[in-house]
């Protein structure tokens, strides 16, 4: 019976020891899904991001066919007109199709702008995903160190009580085994003691006939 006592602590020891283990995996499942919600956050952003910066560049493509389209249509009075005042006939065009001049290096400068402003966005996207992603990875593996190392401590303490009940198992056993030897002693004594009796009432029998 004490040994039955015993066992069913140590199950429930081990139990609890688990249950608590299971409560911090699903603790670090959370914080990883939690993690995950704003990477996808930050990754709908910048896509958001770049659906901007692609309206930009189509909005930039645009003005530029309207103005190769107007550009056509007024060559002929653009030639006739260039020499006398080539500043003031290309303002007038420009206006005229609600567009304004800009200079060849302006437009190289925006476009560079631009395309910083792109490889800027996805960077600290990268950045912010891979820094996200490190502190899941960090926390995950300290937490599953954790529950190993309280795992290790377990297991250890259990072992130490199944020696001290498997001793504890041994010593009872002997003891059984000599009370039983006892047993077996004390009850070959009594029929070798009941042989001698009945021996003597036979002897004492046969002489009393005689």
Do not use: H, P, W
Not at 24 to 34: D, P, R
Not at 102 to 116: D, P
Not at 126 to 151: C, G, M, W
Request: proline letters at 0%.
């Amino acid at each position: 019976m004490a040994v039955t006592k015993s066992t069913k602590k140590t199950s429930v020891s081990t139990e609890l020891v688990f249950g608590q283990a299971a409560q911090q995996i699903n603790k670090a499942v959370t914080e990883l899904g939690n993690a995950t919600s704003t990477i996808t956050q930050l990754v709908s952003q910048g896509e958001e991001l770049t659906l901007q910066i692609s309206n930009k560049e189509a909005q930039i493509a645009d003005l530029e066919v309207q103005y190769a389209e107007k550009s056509r249509q007024a060559e002929v009075d653009f030639n006739l007109n260039i020499k006398t005042n080539q500043e003031k006939v290309v303002n007038e065009i420009l206006r005229s199709n609600d567009m304004e001049a800009i200079k060849s290096s302006e437009l190289k400068a925006l476009r560079q702008e631009l395309e910083t402003i792109k490889a800027s966005a996805d960077v600290t996207i990268k950045k912010q995903v891979a820094d996200a992603t490190n502190a899941i990875r960090s926390q995950f593996e300290n937490d599953l160190r954790f529950i190993q190392s309280e795992n290790k401590a377990v297991a250890a303490e259990n072992a130490s009580k199944i020696g001290t009940l498997t001793e504890k198992n041994k010593f009872l056993e002997d003891q059984v085994t000599k009370l039983y030897n006892q047993l077996d002693a004390e009850r070959a004594a009594g029929i070798e003691r009941a042989k001698a009796s009945a021996v003597g009432q036979i002897t004492v029998g046969t002489d009393s006939r005689k």
